[in-house]
């Protein structure tokens, strides 16, 4: 019996952790298809606009 169920999957590339020093995870490229990893992981941490 195979169990599909147990492997990591990620709905975006940029929320695995293999992949945050990727190029592509990584401002500015990131930053024009909203993948940045800030963006797509909760860490608690709010950006603040002045």
């Known amino acids: 019996m195979v169990l599909m169920g147990c492997q990591d999957r990620y709905r975006y590339d940029c929320q695995d952790p293999d992949n945050w020093k990727v190029e592509e ?15 797509l992981i909760n860490t608690g941490e709010e950006d603040e606009a002045d």
Request: aromatic content about 14%; overall charge positive; hydrophobic content about 25%.
């Open 25 to 39: 995870c990584q401002k500015p490229k990131c930053v024009a298809m909203g993948y940045c990893t800030e963006w």
